[in-house]
Each structure stands twice: as C-alpha cells, then as structure tokens.
C-alpha cells in the first residue's frame, strides 16, 4: 500500500513537474526572450489566427459538394469583395504557417527545448506539427480543381498500402463509402471543424506548460537563471512585443499576397486529370519523392511508408532519445549534426520532387545523391565543429585499446577506404562513359559529380590517414600500432 | 538621438490616412484588392515601428537607428508599390 502510494506520488511529482499543474501563470517574462526567434511558436499561432478568419469568410460562400465546390470557389475568386484577396492571404498564411511551425521545431531541436522539464511539450508541439500538415493536406482538396484533387487521390491512394486495420479506418475516416462526395465532405469536415478544435486544445496545453516552464534559457552565454531574469510584465511590454512581431508579419504577407495573387487551376474532372501529373505541395514534396524511389514502387512502398513513419515517430520520441544533459550547441556535436543532415535531405528531397513531377527515381541515383548529401552536410558540421565550436570545451583523450584491436581497426579503415574508393573508381568511368556515349544529360551530370565528389572525399581521407600515420617521417611500425584516429594503444592491454 | 515621439505621431498619422484610403477601394477588381493589401500593410507595418519605439523607450533601450531607417524604407516601399496596382 506504501510502496503505491509512492509511486502515485512520484507520478505525480513527474507529472507535475512537466506539466506545471501547480505552478503560478501570467509571470513577468524573462529579458533574454525579447529575441523573434523566441516568438516563432507565436507567429505560427498568428498566422493560425489569420487562417481561422480567412477562413470562416470563405465559409460563407463555399459549397463542400463536387458539383458546388469548383463553382462556389470561383464565385468567391471573381464575385466575392475581398474574394480573391482572402483566398491569396489563406494560402499563403497556410504556407507561412507550415514554414513557421518547421522553424520552430528545428530551432526547438537545436537547442534542444526538448529535455527536461519540457518533454512533453516536445511532443505536444510535434502533434501540433502534424495537425498542421493535416490541414495542408485536407484544405488543398478543397477548391476541387485538377491539381488538387489529382494530388489528393494520390495521397489517399497510399493509404490502401498500410497494414489492413489501419487502411480501413483510414478509409473510414476520410474517405468514407460514397465516393467523391463524402470525400470532399469529410476532407472539409476534418478541415473546418476537427482540426481546428484538436489544434485548439493542444494549443491551450501547451500554451500552460509554456506558463508554467517560461521560455527555455539561452544556450549560449554565460548560464542565466530564468527566475531572477523575469522583469518584462505580459501587459504592456511583452504584449506589445508580441503584437509588433504579428503585424510585421502580418504585413508581409498582405505584400506577398498582393504581388502574387492567386489565380485557380481548371476544375477537376477524370478526362483532364488523365492528361495531368499529380503533384502534392511542397511541404508533402520529400515524401513524395521518397515514395518514387524504384525501390519502394509496388511491392515496396509499405517500407516508404515505413521509414516516413519511423521518421515521425523519431521526432515525437526525441526526448527520450537525445539524453544528454547538455543543451548547449557546441556540446552535442552528434545531435546537431543529425538535425543538419535531416534538413539538408528534406530541401534535397522537397526540390528533387518539384523537379521530377511523376518520374520514377532510379534507386541508386537516389542513394548516392542522399548518401552525398548526408556526408557533405557531416563533413562541413564536422569541420566546424573542430574549428570553432569544441576548442573551448576540454575533450577526452583518444579512447584506449590493445594492440589487437588497434591493428584490427587500422585494417577495418583501410579495407573501408579501399572498397570505397573502388566503387567511387567504378562509378566515375560508369558516369563518364555514360556521358560519351549518351550525351550530357542532368541526371549523367549529377551522377558524374556525386561519384567524384565520393572519390574526392575518399582521396582525402586516405591521405589523411597516411598523414596520421607519419608515413614520411619514417615512423609507421609505431603508428600503425597506434593510428591516432580517436583510439590509443595501451601496450599492458 | 531619434526624436521616437515625433516619428510616432507621424506614423499614427499615416495609420489614419492609410485605413481611411482602404475604407474607399472598391474591393471587386484584383488591382483594388491588391491596393488594398498594400494598404493594410503600410497599416501592419506602422504599428509595428510604433510598438517598437514604444517597448525600447519603456525599456530605455537604445532606438536603433538603423531599425527605423529600414522601416520607413519599407513603407516608402509599399507606398510607392501601390502606384504599381494602380
């Protein structure tokens, strides 16, 4: 019974730490947070604002039915006062919000506002994250023009490749038995009504917990105490800061919307969707191209869906995989590093699949080009991080092994960099030879670049390791037992 | 030293004049809406310069200089755009 009602109060204490149920609301905020990139949070929820009342405007003219939906679009478009100037500032805020909210979550990931006491927080906002894509994907079927459906059917064309249970709800879900038109009314149902109320109440929970845990410490500069730095009040000061951020914001996009109105694609029907390659929108776009990857057509695309998936629940679970006490940048080389090479794929990906609407990508081409990527983007943090960020922290000698293991690892590199090199060899001559006899073409070109950008970065790294290893100054018997390339011999091993 | 008060007052003015000239465009056509936008913006964008000289001359911070410049480029801008949707 006291064993019970001590673990009941240590979840409570956990609970309570991480949700601030007891913690006092409206505190002055901290100085430190006067700073916009504190405030992106913020700018999404403005621009889920603006959403919301560009949104019911429209509501009033728009007709959820495939007969009306096209037609009642357009009347808003030419008819309506303001019509064309609500849909433009809807899509585009629609867009900024995305952005924002990505922003925000990769600023949140770098100066990792995802360890305690934030947790959950994290992965409150990552739900939220998803509901915002989930309005993307809901309101673009909306104007049933041949883009968006075409992009749509695509879209709910994946979900028959999910395990059983799963498609069948989903089906349920959005699409529904009666075909189009429950589609298009469930799509605008989950549109206009489910997700602005599940984004509304993870917003308030996490607007508390933001309260109760105030605005995560600079990580950089010497430690600030949250508490004794609070001396801005909500109102005027910080309300105020807050309103001038959402008005400049709020101004550039009215500018944006103003150079670059809309203008509405065809209406949808089958005849002109045959003649058309669907295309999600951008923020869809890394997955899209993910899913054109030969390997993953077909038979395949489970494991697609699969690796999105572990891609998401990755983000969602990042608390309790990025352990580390430390927040600050300079300190967590590998973490940040991972989030750059998340970034650099995702825009790879994203602008791969503008370029490419409904080509199948050859799966090497696309493992090359990943796999380059993810070293570039490795090598240049990597460097960095060794010329700027780690100098001041004292690092850990080189790790000690035995003489086994250190002759063992010396061969391991070799072989690596030989076999590396050798594939690198080989794909170069492919590509060039491709070229000769078939001509420049973009996708020769990038293979020719990847493949001696790979040998570069092999050439490299063998003369690097022969550098290290004193080749010339005639002492390679002892660096070969020794190889300093982050282990150390302990000869009584 | 920039003389924050006057540039307020003259930003409110704008404000005025800026929200009484969009209560006049006729919203039908895709350049009035456009105006209209810009409009809103130079509006948005005043009362951004406004809460900012305000929040630092409260904060007896520093008014940048540079900050109010880039502002008012801004919505010499915008003014000068709205001729373009005209």
């Keep these: 019974m006291t064993e019970t009602s001590g673990r009941r109060a240590r979840l409570a204490a956990w609970l309570d730490t991480r949700l601030g149920l007891t913690y006092p609301l409206l505190r002055p905020?901290?100085?430190?947070?006067?700073?916009?990139?504190?405030?992106?949070?913020?700018?999404?929820?403005?621009?889920?604002?603006?959403?919301?009342?560009?949104?019911?405007?429209?509501?009033?003219?728009?007709?959820?039915?495939?007969?009306?939906?096209?037609?009642?679009?357009?009347?808003?478009?030419?008819?309506?006062?303001?019509?064309?100037?609500?849909?433009?500032?809807h899509l585009y805020t629609a867009y900024a919000m995305i952005m924002l909210a990505f922003m925000h979550m990769m600023r949140g990931y770098f100066v990792s506002v995802h360890k305690k006491p934030r947790e959950l927080m994290w992965i409150v906002g990552m739900i939220m994250g998803f509901v915002t894509l989930g309005f993307g994907f809901t309101g673009y079927l909306l104007p049933w023009t041949v883009v968006s459906k075409s992009a749509t059917d695509v879209g709910v064309g994946i979900i028959d490749a999910l395990p059983g249970r799963i498609s069948s709800f989903l089906s349920f879900l959005i699409v529904g038995a009666g075909g189009d038109a429950t589609e298009l009314l469930r799509f605008y149902d989950l549109h206009v009504v489910v997700l602005p109320s599940v984004l509304l109440v993870l917003l308030i929970?996490?607007?508390?917990?933001?309260e109760a845990h105030g605005i995560a410490e600079p990580t950089t500069g010497p430690p600030i105490d949250q508490k004794a730095s609070r001396s801005l009040p909500i109102f005027p000061d910080v309300t105020f800061y807050l309103l001038g951020l959402a008005a400049m914001f709020g101004s550039a996009m009215l500018l944006i919307s103003a150079v670059f109105p809309l203008s509405l694609p065809p209406e949808y029907s089958p005849q002109l969707a045959a003649q058309f390659t669907a295309q999600p929108d951008w923020y869809f776009l890394w997955i899209y191209q993910i899913l054109k990857i030969a390997a993953f057509e077909g038979a395949g695309l489970p494991v697609a869906l699969g690796l999105v998936t572990v891609i998401f629940v990755a983000l969602i679970a990042l608390p309790f995989i990025d352990r580390g006490h430390s927040r600050r940048i300079g300190e967590r080389p590998i973490f940040v590093t991972i989030g750059l090479i998340f970034v650099g794929e995702l825009f790879l990906l994203a602008y791969w699949g503008?370029?490419?609407?409904?080509?199948?990508?050859?799966?090497d081409s696309a493992a090359w080009l990943v796999v380059a990527i993810a070293l570039l983007v490795g090598d240049c943090s990597f460097a960095l991080y060794t010329v700027m960020g780690t100098r001041s922290v004292p690092r850990p000698g080189p790790e000690e092994v035995s003489k086994t293991q250190g002759r063992f690892r010396t061969a391991l590199a070799f072989v690596l960099l030989l076999s590396g090199g050798a594939i690198a060899i080989g794909a170069s001559l492919n590509a060039i030879v491709s070229v000769v006899l078939y001509g420049t073409s973009t996708s020769g070109?990038?293979?020719?670049?990847?493949?001696?950008?790979?040998?570069?970065?092999?050439?490299?790294?063998t003369v690097f390791l022969m550098y290290r290893m004193e080749l010339a100054g005639a002492s390679l018997k002892r660096r070969l037992d020794w190889l300093e390339i982050g282990w150390s011999v302990n000869d009584s091993r | 030293m920039i003389p924050a008060r006057r540039v307020v007052a003259l930003?409110?003015?704008?404000?005025?004049?800026?929200?009484?000239?969009?209560?006049?465009?006729?919203?039908?056509?895709?350049?009035?809406?456009?105006?209209?936008?810009?409009?809103?913006?130079?509006?948005?964008l005043s009362f951004s310069i406004v809460?900012?000289?305000?929040?630092?001359?409260?904060?007896?911070?520093?008014?940048?200089?540079?900050?109010?410049?880039?502002?008012?480029?801004?919505?010499?801008?915008?003014?000068?755009?709205?001729?373009?949707?005209?």
């Design chain 1, 29 to 89: 905020a901290p100085r430190y947070s006067i700073n916009p990139f504190y405030w992106l949070g913020a700018l999404t929820v403005v621009a889920f604002l603006i959403q919301g009342i560009t949104g019911i405007m429209m509501m009033l003219y728009y007709v959820p039915s495939p007969a009306d939906a096209f037609t009642s679009t357009q009347y808003i478009f030419q008819s309506v006062y303001y019509g064309r100037f609500l849909q433009t500032v």
């Design chain 1, 205 to 210: 929970v996490k607007m508390y917990m933001l």
């Design chain 1, 354 to 363: 503008l370029e490419s609407p409904g080509q199948v990508i050859p799966t």
């Design chain 1, 445 to 461: 070109l990038v293979q020719l670049g990847l493949s001696t950008t790979f040998l570069g970065i092999v050439v490299f790294s």
């Design chain 2, 11 to 44: 930003l409110l003015v704008l404000q005025i004049v800026s929200t009484g000239y969009v209560w006049t465009v006729n919203a039908i056509g895709t350049l009035n809406q456009a105006r209209f936008a810009v409009f809103l913006a130079v509006n948005l």
């Design chain 2, 51 to 86: 809460t900012y000289i305000y929040t630092h001359d409260k904060w007896e911070e520093a008014i940048s200089r540079g900050w109010i410049l880039a502002a008012a480029l801004g919505l010499a801008l915008l003014l000068l755009s709205s001729l373009y949707f005209s």
